[in-house]
């Protein structure tokens, strides 16, 4: 008698072709642009190497001081004839709270890494699948972000001359912000558009909102931008502007993605089809040189 091959349900997934929307081609080109099962070494390697070049590249952009501040004089002026100039109000009534505002300065030191890499390793670990295409969105928007420190300089409020901003983290001695003591040294001070706290953050909570089943998780997704946005400004790191310069940058990461993979990056499968055995033979794996399937060694 013959044998019937049935196919489990949680199989399916698996069998199907790779459901990219747009056809990218043959050759090299079709394989990059297919979603492929991320590897852990080359991530860490990636995201390393990425994050040096970037502060390497943001720090290496003249601070040009002068044209820095006068680009913060036109902002504030700006703000203030559409009427959205509120930043220093905000900033002097969290500054009344020390809790409050200590706690908003460790906010803005820490968790624009943290929360980042942690929607980083959740992707590589319950979306594989889309894990490549949103990773590509995060290093676009900052990509574009660099272009807008160099041909930008703008002095954050808290630098600006007579505008009446408190340093928070100068007033209390908030520990390992690049603001602050030493570290202020080793970091550009006047590249603060577009503010790359919103473009992360947003970038983590549209993620979170969109992929994470538990309905607590996607509130929290929403709330970590909202909250980055009156922290950027509490702590007078940044204008108003600088958040829609973020957003910006973000949409042009979203637009990349796009354009590569034919599709948005939450659109695509969330696991990654295993790889086929024509394939394998093809890369010289097993079967490859004489073209017939190997005997199972179990009787």
């Not at 590509?136 to 600006?160: E, S």
């Not at 829609?244 to 796009?258: D, I, K, N, S």
């Not at 394939?279 to 005997?295: E, I, K, S």
Request: with cysteine.
């Amino acid at each position: 008698m013959g044998e019937t091959t049935v196919t489990k349900p949680e199989s399916l997934e698996a069998a199907l072709p790779d459901p990219v929307a747009a056809d990218p081609g043959p050759g090299p080109l079709r394989r990059l642009r297919t979603p492929q099962r991320p590897r852990f070494w080359f991530e860490i390697l990636l995201i390393a190497v990425s994050y040096w070049t970037y502060s390497l590249v943001r720090n290496a952009v003249p601070e040009q001081k002068a044209e820095a501040l006068r680009n913060a004089d036109w902002i504030w002026r700006a703000e203030h004839h559409v009427g959205i100039a509120v930043e220093e109000s905000v900033n002097h009534a969290v500054n009344s709270v020390h809790w409050l505002i200590v706690g908003m300065n460790y906010y803005y030191a820490t968790l624009h890494f943290i929360v980042t890499l942690g929607v980083l390793v959740w992707l590589y670990r319950r979306h594989p699948g889309r894990y490549a295409a949103t990773r590509l969105v995060l290093f676009a928007t900052t990509a574009v972000a660099l272009v807008g420190y160099y041909l930008y300089p703008l002095a954050p409020p808290r630098l600006m001359r007579g505008g009446g901003f408190i340093d928070t983290v100068m007033v209390h001695q908030t520990w390992g912000s690049m603001a602050s003591g030493d570290l202020k040294h080793m970091s550009n001070q006047y590249a603060a558009m577009p503010s790359m706290h919103i473009g992360w953050s947003v970038w983590c909570g549209l993620t979170i909102f969109a992929l994470a089943r538990v309905p607590w998780a996607r509130v929290l997704g929403l709330l970590y931008p909202a909250l980055t946005l009156v922290v950027i400004v509490a702590t007078a790191n940044h204008f108003w502007l600088d958040a829609v310069g973020g957003v910006l940058c973000l949409a042009f990461g979203f637009t990349v993605a796009r354009l590569w993979y034919g599709r948005q990056p939450y659109a695509l499968p969330r696991t990654v089809p295993a790889r086929r055995r024509g394939a394998a033979r093809a890369d010289g794996g097993p079967g490859a040189r004489t073209g017939r399937p190997q005997r199972s060694a179990a009787p």
